[in-house]
């Protein structure tokens, strides 16, 4: 079956820029979606088709995805956007999830 | 805005079938595919499935020999059956609109319900 491979955690100051990566095989061949979490509440989609921009999101995030990497990066990064970050992608018919970044701003 | 509101029992007997139902509104449940999603307390995201207005379904290779999904597009909403139900399938359970076209993702998700499984 397809994996996604997320780093656990990755820390970052306010003010500066963040990169979760999602690595898989060829995922660069493949679409790409970003959500974030927050404790307590239910995913919100941020990112689609590798780079899109999910209604409502601030311009702050951005998407790519190429090779084996999809990274997300969040430049300037608020205080309010520490949260877990899921990537997911499809695998054929069904889909699949990384296992999740938790980032930290401090 | 199309909303989802989950509703079903939130303690489940081992064996037994978990049932969750999720109602759309503000929408046409004919138009998007549904998903369901659950999460183990402290861990990730698991797909679980996914069904379209037509009834056609794709499923979790893990879990297609327990579950089953479902459509009313007279009442607007869809199910989840999950059968032979144990601990490990204690979890909030999700689900979520998913964007017909290649690539779209879940954009809008109903408001999660605990499930444990316990005697």
């Known amino acids: 079956s397809y994996e996604l491979t997320q780093p656990p955690s990755v820390s970052v100051s306010p003010g500066q820029t963040a990169s979760i990566t999602c690595s898989g095989d060829?995922?660069?061949?493949?679409?790409v979606c970003w959500y974030q979490q927050k404790p307590g509440q239910s995913p919100v989609l941020i990112i689609y088709?590798?780079?899109k921009r999910a209604s409502g999101i601030p311009e702050r995030f951005s998407g790519s995805n190429s090779g084996n990497t999809a990274t997300l990066t969040i430049s300037g990064t608020q205080v309010m956007d520490e949260s877990d970050y899921y990537c997911?992608?499809?695998?054929?018919?069904?889909?699949?999830f990384g296992g999740g970044t938790k980032l930290t701003v401090l | 805005q199309v909303q989802l509101q989950q509703s079903g029992p939130g303690l489940v007997r081992p064996s037994e079938t978990l049932s969750l139902t999720c109602s759309v509104s503000?929408?046409?449940?004919?138009?998007?595919?549904w998903s369901w999603i659950r999460q183990p307390a402290g861990k990730g995201l698991e797909w679980i499935g996914r069904?379209?207005?037509?009834?056609?379904?794709s499923y979790n290779p893990s879990l297609k020999s327990r579950l089953m999904m479902s459509v009313d597009t007279s009442k607007n909403h869809f199910s989840l059956k999950l059968t032979s139900v144990t601990a490990a399938d204690t979890a909030v359970y999700y689900c979520?609109?998913?964007?017909?076209?290649?690539?779209?993702?879940?954009?809008?998700w109903g408001q999660g319900t605990t499930v444990t499984v316990s005697s």
């Open positions: 979520a609109r998913v964007g017909a076209a290649a690539g779209n993702g879940m954009d809008v």
């Open positions: 503000g929408g046409s449940i004919s138009s998007s595919y």
């Open positions: 069904i379209f207005a037509s009834g056609t379904t």
């Open positions: 060829k995922l660069g061949d493949r679409y």
């Open positions: 088709q590798d780079n």
């Open positions: 997911q992608a499809w695998d054929s018919s069904t889909v699949v």
